[in-house]
């Protein structure tokens, strides 16, 4: 049984507004170096707009838009999740980027192994 936050709840608001200073900090993280894209930056956006999907998906009671928020959220958060292992191989950090790396590729396949199965519901019922 999974916890709908209703909309109008302090943890909605606290995580929508979460997701939107992310999103808007690494904007301004890539934007202060125009020359080069920000891997940090690019990391913000992607946790951001994970974060954003997992919110919603959290807040909608219907199951199918639930799936859909929920595949988005975990494809934001994985591709992420890999752009901060590269962040920590930038900088030397070899273990804790193989940890990342390792979540990164979990996240990716749980998501796929969700987009497979509610592909083979929506094969079934037609």
Known sequence: MRVIIKRN?????FLLFLSIFAIIGGTITTLMSPT?????GL???LA?????FLTLSASTKDQKSFERWSIFSGIFYGIALLCGS???FRYGQTVTAKIIL???VIVISLTITSIV???RRG????
């Open 9 to 13: 709840s302090k943890k909605f608001l």
């Open 36 to 40: 080069k894209i920000s891997l940090n």
């Open 43 to 45: 990391y913000l956006i």
């Open 48 to 52: 951001g707009i994970g974060l954003f």
């Open 86 to 88: 590269l962040i920590s």
């Open 102 to 104: 390792l979540c990164g």
């Open 117 to 119: 199965s509610v592909l």
């Open 123 to 126: 094969k079934q019922h037609v």
